[in-house]
């Protein structure tokens, strides 16, 4: 499966908003590259960066992991991660026994307080069908290969609760900074769509 699906149709509110867009561009109310760095900044910058701290710390700090395990919600209060709804934020820990993956069958419940925009991926159909069918086969799609001695437990996000992964921390980062530690954690790395960075690839 592609990460960018072309052959499920935008749904109205996306049609809605790419007419809007046009609409301005050509009455030169705004850039056409700015929508796209703005898109970027929170899809893939601005929101993974506060899910790629509380995974740093709770790397660098057992006694926050353990709340943040306990109870997300209120552990991320911590690190003033606020805009919660009134939905439950549930963080998943993988271990070498156990991979967590996420998703929203219905349609895309998301945890963006965390994670910034969904990618499009996430919202598309293959993806939400598939991942609960056969997990094993589309995390290979993504490049993730997980063993058949470890187990795969896929989360069904929805109105009320809201799932994030804590990826298993990388091997030789003992000593490190959370602020280093920040830079290997990847926003797929917290869907459960893949892993954080190697030390030798930052």
């Known amino acids: 499966m592609s990460h960018e699906d072309h052959t499920v149709p935008p749904s109205d509110p996306a049609l809605r908003i790419k007419a809007i867009e046009t609409l301005m561009v050509e009455r030169g109310v705004i850039d056409p590259g700015a929508v796209a760095e703005i898109v970027d900044i929170f899809q893939n910058k601005l929101g993974p960066r506060i899910g790629a701290k509380v995974v740093a710390r709770a790397w660098a700090d057992q006694d926050f992991k353990r709340r943040l395990l306990a109870n997300g919600t209120e552990a991320l209060k911590e690190l003033d991660v606020s805009g919660l709804q009134g939905e439950a934020m549930i963080v998943l820990e993988n271990t070498p026994q156990v991979h967590n993956v996420i998703v929203c069958t219905l349609c895309s419940c998301y945890p963006w307080t965390v994670l910034g925009l969904p990618p499009t991926w996430y919202k598309s159909a293959p993806y939400r069908s598939r991942i609960v069918i056969e997990p094993r086969a589309v995390l ?13 437990r896929v989360y069904d996000s929805n109105a009320e609760i809201r799932y994030m992964v804590l990826p298993m921390r990388p091997d030789a980062t003992e000593g490190w900074t959370e602020e280093k530690l920040v830079e290997l954690v990847t926003r797929d790395s917290m869907i459960g769509t893949g892993i954080p960075l190697l030390p030798n690839q930052f």
């Open 140 to 152: 290979a799609e993504f490049g993730l290969k997980i063993g058949d001695d470890r187990e795969v």
